[in-house]
């Protein structure tokens, strides 16, 4: 059976960016790091392996700034997520409230759909605290 999932939630109540991060890639789900990030792209929080969260978050500040462009542009309205797949892992970004973005970096064989849902509840707790 399961263990019930962690709680972002410090004694007092309250959660903290970094305690959101850190479950998130403790979760199972695959993720190897992630990082919060300012709409223009600058690093706020981050948790995991290895990599320049300045460097991740300036490209995910443009990334998404290209996702909502052709979400505009199609019509597709208010983006969510946008998902890069290649031969090595997964980078998803995820809107984290109006203010901030999540970017996690998974492994190939992440368990995507966990992935989805973990990276969704830790968006949630960030735009709470944002």
């Not at 890069?84 to 992440?110: E, F, K, M, Y």
Request: proline share 2%.
């Amino acid at each position: 059976m399961s263990e019930p999932a962690a709680s972002a939630e410090n004694a007092s109540g309250a959660c903290s960016v970094q305690t959101a991060l850190c479950e998130l890639v403790a979760s199972g789900a695959g993720v190897e790091a992630a990082v919060v990030v300012s709409l223009d792209g600058l690093p706020m929080a981050s948790h995991g392996a290895s990599f320049d969260a300045d460097r991740l978050g300036a490209l995910c500040g443009e990334l998404a700034t290209l996702a909502r462009t052709v979400a505009q542009e199609f019509g597709r309205g208010a983006v969510d997520e946008t998902w890069v797949r290649g031969d090595r892992g997964v980078a998803v970004l995820v809107a984290a409230g109006s203010a901030a973005i999540l970017a996690v970096l998974a492994r190939d064989d992440a368990k995507l759909g966990l992935l989805r849902l973990e990276a969704r509840r830790a968006a949630r707790l960030v735009a709470s605290m944002v």
